[in-house]
């Protein structure tokens, strides 16, 4: 069975730092690999996503993440962030050669951007 | 194109009452899944419908159902609600090629029926 781990709840971080969102999954088949964001009160958005290829995807507002298969790692990633990355993240996973659309998702990481 | 519609946004409902959730998904779109999201459980899936047959199915009671139209609009209804229903449905559609397999892999989501169980 798949799982996915994500180990920070909360991260705090200031206005224009680097930042680091940790995930990692497990699963005994090959996976996709999906970052999504939530805003309050809102569904979710598309951050950046891994099918296959190139280990560093790039996605929208400036994110990145790189898939480590042997570390079994997908973390996220943004260089200098902005208020208006106060939001939760969600790292999920589906399988790849099921055929379907199941995902399972991490619990979330609550990032807050602070002035 | 528009996005992913769920309606009602809010509901207010009390224990053993039933709830019906509506889910219209991207046009073109013809596989929906629903999941629920809860602060103790995070975001669980429910099932995802293709064709109007479940293709596949979540850990969750019989209480839990749902169902997809010719149009591929897509309904879930939770039957004798209980308090731990109260959560944040959320609805997502995709693209599937001509088997039905997955294209693009990609879900799109609605921004929710938050149901509340008094």
């Known amino acids: 069975a798949q799982s996915v781990t994500q180990l920070d709840s909360q991260v705090p971080v200031f206005e224009e730092a680097p930042v680091e969102l940790r995930c990692n999954y497990s699963?005994?088949?090959?996976?996709?690999l999906f970052w999504y964001v939530q805003y309050p009160n809102q569904g979710l958005q598309l951050l950046l996503k891994?099918?296959?290829?190139?280990?560093l995807v790039k996605g929208i507002n400036g994110f990145e993440a790189e898939f480590n298969k042997s570390q079994t790692s997908f973390h996220l990633r943004k260089p200098s962030v902005h208020i208006s990355d106060t939001a939760e993240y969600f790292c999920?996973?589906?399988?790849?050669?099921?055929?379907?659309?199941?995902?399972?998702f991490g619990t979330g990481t609550r990032l807050k951007v602070l002035a | 194109k528009a996005g992913v519609t769920q309606t009602p946004r809010y509901l207010i409902k009390t224990r053993g009452q039933q709830v019906t959730l509506s889910c219209s998904p991207i046009s073109g779109h013809r596989s929906v899944s629903w999941y629920q999201q809860t602060p103790g459980q995070g975001l669980q899936f429910l099932f995802e419908y293709f064709s109007e047959t479940q293709r596949n199915k979540g850990n969750f009671p019989g209480r839990f159902s749902g169902r997809q139209f010719s149009n591929s609009r897509s309904e879930m209804n939770v039957s004798t609600l209980e308090l731990g229903d109260s959560a944040l449905y959320l609805c997502?559609?995709?693209?599937?090629?001509?088997?039905?397999?997955?294209?693009?892999?990609?879900?799109?989501f609605g921004a929710g029926t938050r149901l509340s169980v008094l």
């Open positions: 997502a559609s995709s693209l599937v090629g001509l088997a039905g397999a997955p294209s693009k892999n990609i879900q799109y």
């Open positions: 999920a996973v589906s399988e790849g050669a099921s055929g379907t659309y199941k995902y399972i």
């Open positions: 699963s005994s088949v090959s996976v996709y």
């Open positions: 891994y099918l296959s290829g190139s280990t």
